[in-house]
């Protein structure tokens, strides 16, 4: 045997519940003949593209918040049980905090986000409730108004993680209104900062959509299927985000 010393590797596995999903879309003679006859509108076509444009939505608002019936199983980005929830370092908007406020939030969220993974990771996304995104346009500082505050705590956050591709995201999904039942009844604001890296957090789609054309059992009445699978997004390393909670 070797005089040096070794080191192994190994896996252990992580479940992720697959969901299938089917929808269908039919038509009839009639409706044909008469969408064709009224303003010369292919109904068939609109129907497929209704049905395309349903599973895009869904898809996205399940990588978001997942499954709300079974969040254990098929979580969102934003509803993984497995990631800590932080209620103190955002207390509430950055768009409305003082200057005070504001310097505490800069220098107190990368300390808890390290905690967090214990000292292992930086992160290089920041995705926040779309509403307070909107208002981060405003000045840093009342008697320093040349940097906005977005800017700001992008520059802050690409200097001190080293991560040049840093990136601050709008979430509508972040925001209670569009979240609640989710998490809590109400919802909350949520911002999460985590890395953005297939090892990190990762959402498969084993069979992405697909359009079967329409069949007949009796030449009047036609019906297609549309399918898809997909998964939550999986946190396999939840260390490496947290959440912030208003």
């Known amino acids: ?6 080191v192994d590797v190994g896996t252990s596995p992580i479940t992720a519940k697959v969901i299938t999903w089917a929808k269908c879309y039919q038509y009839s003679v ?27 939505l869904g898809l996205q608002k399940i990588a978001f918040l997942g499954l709300q019936q079974d969040l254990a199983s098929v979580p969102g980005l934003l509803s993984s049980p497995e990631v800590t929830v932080n209620l103190s370092v955002i207390p509430s908007a950055i768009s409305s905090m003082t200057a005070t406020t504001f310097q505490t939030l800069v220098s107190t969220i990368l300390s808890a986000y390290a905690a967090n993974a214990n ?46 591709d840093f990136k601050i995201l709008p979430l509508a999904y972040g925001q209670k209104a569009q979240n609640a039942g989710y998490w809590t009844a109400l919802g909350t604001n949520r911002y999460v900062l985590y890395r953005r890296d297939p090892e990190t957090i990762k959402m498969d789609i084993p069979v992405d959509f697909l359009l079967n054309p329409a069949g007949t059992s009796n030449n009047f009445n036609w019906q297609g299927v549309g399918a898809g699978q997909f998964t939550g997004a999986i946190f396999y390393r939840p260390a490496e985000a947290i959440y912030f909670d208003n």
């Open 30 to 56: 009639p409706e044909v003949s008469k969408a064709l006859a009224a303003n010369n509108w292919d109904v068939v076509s609109g129907k497929m593209s209704a049905l395309v444009k349903n599973w895009q």
């Open 119 to 164: 000292f292992t990771a930086m992160p290089n996304t920041f995705a926040i409730p779309l509403s307070d995104y909107l208002g981060l346009g405003a000045a840093a500082a009342s008697g320093f108004p040349i940097v906005d505050m977005i800017t700001y705590l992008e520059n802050m956050f690409k200097k001190i993680t080293g991560e040049k």
């Open 1 to 6: 045997p070797s005089a040096l010393s070794t």
